[in-house]
């Protein structure tokens, strides 16, 4: 009796898990949609719309409206920088300041800052009485010459001639050149004044500019006193400017002669950039901790304004990588992508961008590195209007 109930139980307990495979099949048969098939590429036919809708097609007009533009994947070193502020400045050859020799008092002067200026421009007038008494002494040394040298000629011919003892001859030679060293002394420093050497005497002196520019500050008016010490006129030549930075002690190390520096002006449209060659790093830290350094200009812009505020990178690594613009890359679906040109033709004279994946790195300076699939063209990338391309293909499958 007990092998018999023994075998009764094991005959339900076969018959209930044949039953639960059964159930479990039937449930696997109703989950599985047509729409999932394989095709013939071994995808899904969801995964085939899904590449379908990667192409968007616009016409000429609908292009202008998204601000489509073009552009190339660019090499650019994106990591290893160093970000620093800085500043537009004239080296010492390009800027100088004007006094006057003497001083006085400013009797006219006509010029503001920002004015532009040419080498030998008068720039003010200065009135001072010390300017006769310099005028004074020249022509009473230049008399006095001239009877030293015809005493000088007499001693000589008379030396020669064995009448006058040689001293006389010696004493007359050496006043002749004593007086010849005087004149020559007054009328340089006449000159330095802006004074007339020789002729009719003035109590006024026209202050010249050393150098063209333009005029960077202006510190005097008509009837001011002015020392020799006062600085009239600054002069700067904008035709050369240098990028002076401001680094941090801390990263001075990191910088070295002939890095590239890009920077960008606070007037500058987006996208716009810079460059300049760092050739001179400065020995002296400043109490607020900083270094200058001093970077040429890689193209000269005589528009550019000393003292113009700029934001730079130090390019502290030569390495660069594939980058494009910041607003070329899309994200959709949680993966990053970037719109090329497609090579087929398009219906009705539009222009269709096809919607690639790419895998991105470093962001930096407004720029993305970007990796692109094997043998991608490179030369024909939307870097403007990206995100009106992604609108265009979401609208589309929302309307599917």
């Given at each position: 009796m007990k092998?018999?109930?023994?075998?009764?139980?094991?005959?339900?307990?076969?018959a209930s898990c044949g039953g639960d495979k059964k159930e479990a099949a039937a449930e696997d048969t109703k989950t599985e949609k047509p729409g999932d098939q394989p095709t013939k590429a071994g995808q899904t036919s969801g995964e085939a719309k899904e590449k379908q809708a990667t192409l968007a097609t616009l016409s000429p007009a609908e292009q202008q409206t998204a601000g489509i533009r073009l552009g190339p994947v660019e090499d650019r070193v994106l990591s290893g920088v160093l970000k620093v502020n800085g500043t537009l400045d004239a080296p010492p050859e390009n800027a100088v300041a004007v006094s006057s020799l003497l001083g006085?008092?400013?009797?006219?002067?006509?010029?503001?800052?920002?004015?532009?200026?040419?080498?030998?421009?008068?720039?003010?007038?200065?009135?001072?009485?010390?300017?006769?008494?310099?005028?004074?002494?020249?022509?009473?040394?230049?008399?006095?010459?001239?009877?030293?040298?015809?005493?000088?000629?007499?001693?000589e011919e008379l030396y020669k001639q064995e009448v006058a003892p040689q001293k006389n001859f010696q004493q007359a030679r050496a006043d002749y050149r004593a007086l010849q060293a005087q004149v020559a002394?007054?009328?340089?420093?006449?000159?330095?004044?802006?004074?007339?050497v020789g002729g009719?005497?003035?109590?006024?002196?026209?202050?010249?500019?050393?150098?063209?520019?333009?005029?960077?500050?202006?510190?005097?008016?008509?009837?001011?006193?002015?020392?020799?010490?006062?600085?009239?006129f600054e002069i700067v030549d904008p035709s050369h400017l240098d990028v002076v930075l401001t680094v941090f002690e801390k990263d001075v190390p990191k910088v070295r002669n002939g890095q590239t520096v890009r920077y960008t002006l606070t007037n500058d449209s987006v996208g716009d950039n810079h460059q300049a060659k760092v050739y001179l790093i400065g020995r002296a830290v400043s109490e607020?901790?900083?270094?200058?350094?001093?970077?040429?200009?890689?193209?000269?812009?005589?528009?550019?304004?000393?003292?113009?505020?700029?934001?730079?990178?130090?390019?502290?690594?030569?390495?660069?990588?594939?980058?494009?613009?910041?607003?070329?890359?899309?994200?959709f679906g949680g993966?990053?992508?970037?719109?090329?040109?497609?090579?087929?033709?398009?219906?009705?004279?539009?222009?269709?961008?096809?919607?690639?994946?790419?895998?991105?790195?470093?962001?930096?300076?407004?720029?993305?590195?970007?990796?692109?699939?094997?043998?991608?063209?490179?030369?024909?990338?939307?870097?403007?209007?990206?995100?009106?391309?992604?609108?265009?293909?979401?609208?589309?499958e929302e309307e599917e």
């Open positions: 092998n018999i109930a023994f075998l009764a139980l094991l005959g339900l307990t076969l006085g008092i400013i009797e006219r002067t006509t010029l503001q800052q920002g004015a532009r200026v040419r080498a030998g421009q008068v720039l003010a007038t200065i009135r001072n009485p010390e300017y006769v008494q310099l005028q004074q002494d020249y022509l009473e040394t230049s008399s006095r010459l001239e009877y030293a040298r015809a005493n000088y000629a007499r001693q002394a007054q009328a340089a420093r006449l000159r330095l004044a802006g004074l007339p009719a005497m003035t109590t006024t002196a026209p202050v010249k500019a050393p150098r063209g520019g333009y005029l960077k500050t202006v510190n005097v008016s008509a009837g001011q006193s002015v020392t020799p010490t006062d600085v009239l607020d901790r900083t270094v200058r350094v001093y970077a040429h200009l890689t193209r000269e812009d005589a528009s550019r304004l000393p003292g113009t505020y700029v934001r730079a990178v130090v390019e502290t690594n030569s390495a660069s990588v594939p980058a494009l613009p910041d607003q070329a890359v899309v994200q993966r990053p992508y970037i719109f090329l040109v497609d090579d087929k033709p398009a219906p009705k004279g539009e222009t269709g961008y096809r919607m690639i994946p790419v895998v991105t790195g470093v962001s930096e300076s407004g720029y993305t590195q970007v990796t692109l699939p094997a043998g991608t063209a490179t030369t024909k990338v939307v870097v403007g209007g990206a995100y009106s391309l992604l609108a265009k293909l979401k609208n589309a």
